[in-house]
């Protein structure tokens, strides 16, 4: 007897997969190790029902992957929810813009979760999102403490795999308990000594919410390398820039130091946020720094 389902949790060479209804306790066959291949969470599987009374089986097959990612290890994500903080911490949005680059590289689409917004007043939390407002990126503003926009989230979350992500202490596990209670998050709150968030997350596991989706919680980063081999790969990360970058008077123009700049121009009458354009500097200048001293 066979079935297949979705890999929810790998612990000690155990892995558990959701069929939809049960979860079943399964091994992977020595045929995996063979061919130095590691069954990850998220992994659509087929296996062999070894005891159907106590939910145990075999892993016998994995279906094709679209994506995966390295840290966490988890496959097939159909999106990331990247959560900031509009306030305690307060957002390093050049972290954001490296979140960012690193998910466009992998192809996977990002939804920008502002979250303690009861923190701030409208204005002021509108004029933050206001810097990725032409990013390509949809934005939620949210508060998980009063459940201020938490439907809107669930919306998105039926029928697909999503990962939380985002710094520690922005309240990706409180996120998490009100969407999907049973997940039973520690919450660790920041610290008081240095304001940010201890570490509460602790193994990959996808969490069944309601309309058929999954959600998995990350471990909290507080620095990510630039995921873009040149400037031009950099360059095409801000979506902002596209409607202008053919209005240049280079070709090759990087958008810095050349003259006549569409995109410095949209700079100056705010079309492109001032925000988003020092970050691409400030990345683009760590770009030349690594390749100058390799």
Aim: neutral net charge; glycine residues 8%.
């Amino acid at each position: 007897m066979t079935g297949e389902g979705i890999i929810i949790r790998g612990v000690g060479g155990f892995y558990y997969i959701h069929d939809g209804k049960d979860v079943y306790e399964c091994r992977a066959r020595g045929i995996f190790r063979n061919r130095n291949e590691k069954p990850l969470v998220g992994d659509k599987v087929m296996f062999d029902i070894t005891d159907a009374a106590d939910l145990e089986g075999n892993v016998v097959s994995i279906a094709d992957r679209k994506n995966s990612l390295i840290r966490p290890a988890v496959a097939n994500v159909d999106r990331v929810m990247v959560v900031f903080a509009v306030s305690a911490p307060e957002p390093n949005l050049n972290l954001l813009d490296r979140f960012l680059i690193m998910m466009k590289k992998r192809e996977i689409p990002v939804t920008i979760l502002w979250n303690k917004c009861d923190l701030l007043p409208e204005a002021e939390s509108a004029a933050l999102a206001d810097v990725y407002r032409n990013s390509g990126h949809r934005m939620l503003r949210i508060s998980a403490d009063s459940g201020q926009g938490i439907e809107e989230v669930r919306a998105l979350l039926a029928d697909s795999v999503t990962v939380l992500a985002g710094p520690s202490g922005v309240g990706k596990s409180t996120l998490l308990n009100r969407i999907c209670p049973e997940a039973g998050m520690t919450t660790g709150g920041l610290s008081r000594k240095n304001m940010r968030g201890r570490h509460t997350t602790r193994h990959t596991e996808l969490f069944a919410v309601e309309g058929g989706g999954y959600i998995l919680d990350t471990p909290g980063f507080s620095a990510l390398d630039i995921f873009a081999e040149d400037v031009r790969a950099l360059e095409a990360c801000y979506a902002e820039f596209a409607e202008y970058r053919d209005e240049c008077r280079f070709l090759d123009c990087a958008h810095i130091n050349e003259p006549d700049c569409a995109v410095k121009d949209a700079v100056g009458r705010g079309a492109i946020h001032r925000t988003r354009y020092e970050n691409y500097v400030q990345l683009a200048k760590e770009l030349a720094d690594r390749k100058k001293y390799r």
